[in-house]
């Protein structure tokens, strides 16, 4: 198992940045995959970007060029950078851990903050 408690979120005007963190109560340097959703009011969760199981990373067309996800395994923590935001980029932001056990991938969710941006 694993706790994920995600940070950084805030009210910020459009073209501003924001940091969110993802701290993991256990070392990430095993965990399979890691990655940023979000969901905003009346529409689903979707993927916002993410490290791949062979630590590439993937992000979503719309925000490519804006945010950047990093991680500090020393700090069992994961980032991700958000500049020249958008009112569309409100939503609350998730971190999810995939581990994977016995060839099976059980994923963990953090409890989310909420990124608003005002135009």
């Known amino acids: 198992q694993v706790q994920l408690v995600e940070s950084g979120g805030g009210l910020v005007q459009a073209g501003g940045s924001l940091r969110l963190s993802c701290a993991a109560s256990?070392?990430?340097?095993?965990?399979?995959?890691m990655g940023w959703y979000r969901q905003a009011p009346g529409k689903q969760r979707e993927l916002v970007a993410t490290?791949?199981?062979?630590?590439?990373?993937n992000y979503a067309d719309s925000v490519k060029g804006r945010f950047t996800i990093s991680r500090d395994n020393a700090k069992n923590t994961m980032y991700l950078q958000m500049n020249s935001l958008k009112p569309e980029d409100t939503a609350v932001y998730y971190c999810?851990?995939?581990?994977?056990?016995?060839?099976?991938?059980?994923?963990?969710w953090g409890q989310g903050t909420q990124v608003t941006v005002s135009s």
């Open positions: 999810r851990a995939g581990v994977l056990t016995a060839s099976l991938v059980y994923n963990y």
């Open positions: 256990r070392s990430i340097n095993s965990i399979y995959t």
């Open positions: 490290f791949t199981s062979g630590g590439t990373t």
